[in-house]
């Protein structure tokens, strides 16, 4: 039955392609890279065994490129391919070649992806499976008459939602009916532009709503686990930036009954390997399926940490035809977990990315840190792919300890040249509302302002400064801050040393 994999393509980039990296070696597999003309010296193609070069930096040319990603993983040998998250991790089409070609697909039956890569149509196929779906309205032909009688009906606030959506477009809130319309042709719009399918449909919006995700994973000997819960509801337009595990939301009556509700969802569609089930869920103890990622997630170091498992190591045995290692009651989470998304973008100017060159990054080390990069110091970020440098994930054994540690971790890490939105995350951390494990989906679009630290960014100058100081030499105080003795010294300015901005 199972088969054993030796050499593996990374249909990938950035951190993701290193995490992906760092599995096949510990499993004793070779790594296969490929890199577009701008990623030639990315830190995945210097991790990897080989690494090949597959066209322009623009996605369409290189990353998106199902052929050549196929050419590649014949030419250099491989036997399976792992497409990572984002690009092509979720196109059936190119789960499905892989297969063709003979190789061993690490994610699920392209079926499945099919069956939730469309949401109404998978929120038609969890009605059928019993599991609780927000309230809404779909249909193939409807009109813009039909939406706003179905508005009227379900009750307004209403959410538009792309039927091929991802990544947060193509969703509109509506609380007005007389601006239903524009927000129908604004994510019609959209939709066909970013996923090239204009369909839509309807939700009740779940105000005051937390995002409680159930990571899964299924061998293809019919056991299926979940592996416990992530909130995600620290969201700025529907993205996520901070992610935990355990979700101070739940009771555990509630776990197991959203981690059973999971592992239907994915019997339902005949799932295996990893994947993660979305809810909305509200204060009152209900929850909501929202949409399946049929992939490994962005946020997938939290459920590592505080169960100890490697989510990647057990996608590659599952999908070799193992037997899943273990049963439902031997995963015992413990502890907490917290992640932020550290990207290269001005929270103060809209979030707008903040491309250039990463001219020193020092990440964060320390008992209970780890950190998931692609980028390393020289490292430019473009315009072409996602503008996030790292991921921060720390563990501790309760949430205030966890969000202590981040604080500390967020303070010692080093990003010169490049804006970021280290203060962004570290004020949305320090919030009492965060601290009491209250933050909602609307929590961060709602309070932006009190986000925004106002200080100014500390002139480049001191930041090179910064830099030719061995600031993970200095000795662990209790307080790592820098502490100016000269009030003109442009240490002086802002609430700490923030390098990070
Ligand atoms: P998560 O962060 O929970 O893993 P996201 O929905 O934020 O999931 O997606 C992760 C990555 O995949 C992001 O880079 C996002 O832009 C990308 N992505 C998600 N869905 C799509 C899609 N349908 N088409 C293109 N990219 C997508
Ligand atoms: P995407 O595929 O873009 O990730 P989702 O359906 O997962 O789309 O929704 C993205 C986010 O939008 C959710 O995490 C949640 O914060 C919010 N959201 C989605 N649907 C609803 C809803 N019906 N009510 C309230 N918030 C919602
Ligand atoms: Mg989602």
């Not at 994947?275 to 997938?300: C, K, S, W």
């Not at 250039?356 to 430019?380: A, H, N, W, Y």
């Not at 933050?439 to 630290?453: C, G, I, K, N, Y």
Request: hydrophobic residues 45%.
């Amino acid at each position: 039955m199972s088969r054993r994999l030796t050499k593996c393509l990374i249909a990938n980039r950035g951190e993701i392609a290193v995490r992906v990296i760092r599995a096949c070696h510990e499993s004793g597999m070779h790594a296969v890279a490929v890199y577009s003309d701008v990623d030639a010296n990315a830190r995945h193609v210097q991790l990897a065994d080989e690494a090949y070069a597959i066209g322009a930096a623009s996605p369409a040319d290189s990353y998106l490129n199902a052929t050549k990603l196929i050419d590649v993983a014949r030419r250099s040998g491989c036997d399976c391919v792992h497409p990572g998250y984002g690009f092509l991790s979720e196109t059936e089409t190119f789960a499905a070649a892989v297969l063709e070609a003979g190789l061993v697909w690490i994610g699920p039956p392209p079926d499945a992806i099919r069956l939730m890569g469309v949401k109404t149509e998978a929120r038609a196929r969890m009605q059928q499976a019993g599991v609780p779906l927000v309230p809404g309205f779909q249909a193939d032909d409807a009109d813009d008459a039909a939406f706003i009688a179905a508005a009227v009906t379900i009750g307004y606030p209403v959410m538009v939602k792309a039927a091929g959506g991802g990544g947060g477009k193509g969703i509109r809130v509506v609380y007005d009916p007389a601006r239903l319309p524009e927000a129908l042709a604004g994510a019609r719009r959209e939709a066909e532009h970013a996923f090239g399918d204009p369909r839509l449909f309807l939700e009740k919006y779940i105000e005051a709503a937390r995002h409680v995700e159930i990571q899964v994973i299924a061998d293809s000997h019919g056991h299926t686990l979940h592996l416990f819960e992530r909130e995600c509801s620290a969201q700025r337009r529907h993205q996520k930036i901070v992610e935990e595990s355990p979700s101070p939301l739940l009771t555990p009556e509630r776990r197991a009954r959203m981690g059973a509700a999971a592992v239907e969802a994915a019997r339902a569609v005949g799932y295996t390997n990893a994947g993660t089930v979305e809810f909305i869920a509200t204060p009152d103890g209900a929850f909501y399926f929202l949409e399946m990622n049929t992939r490994l997630q962005v946020e997938h170091p939290v459920t590592e940490m505080v169960t100890g498992l490697d989510i990647v190591k057990l996608q590659f045995a599952v999908a070799a035809g193992e037997p899943l290692p273990l049963a439902q009651a031997d995963v015992q989470p413990r502890g907490h977990a917290i992640e932020c998304r550290v990207y290269a973008e001005d929270p103060r100017n809209n979030f707008l990315p903040a491309i250039g060159p990463v001219l020193k990054f020092i990440p964060p080390e320390g008992p209970g840190v780890r950190v998931d990069s692609g980028v390393q110091s020289g490292d430019t970020i473009t315009i072409h792919y996602d503008p996030m440098i790292a991921k921060i994930i720390v563990y501790e054994a309760t949430r205030a300890a966890a969000i202590d540690r981040m604080h500390a971790a967020l303070d010692r890490t080093v990003i010169l040249g490049t804006t970021t939105n280290i203060p962004f995350l570290r004020a949305l951390l320090a919030h009492p509302t965060f601290a009491a494990g209250e933050v909602d989906t609307r929590f961060v679009d709602t309070h932006l302002a009190e986000l925004l630290p106002d200080a100014p960014p500390l002139p480049d100058a001191a930041l090179i400064a910064a830099a030719l100081e061995d600031w993970h030499q200095q000795p662990a105080g209790s307080d790592r801050r820098f502490a100016p003795t000269d009030d003109a010294s442009p240490w002086a300015r802002g609430d700490s040393f923030r390098i990070g901005g």
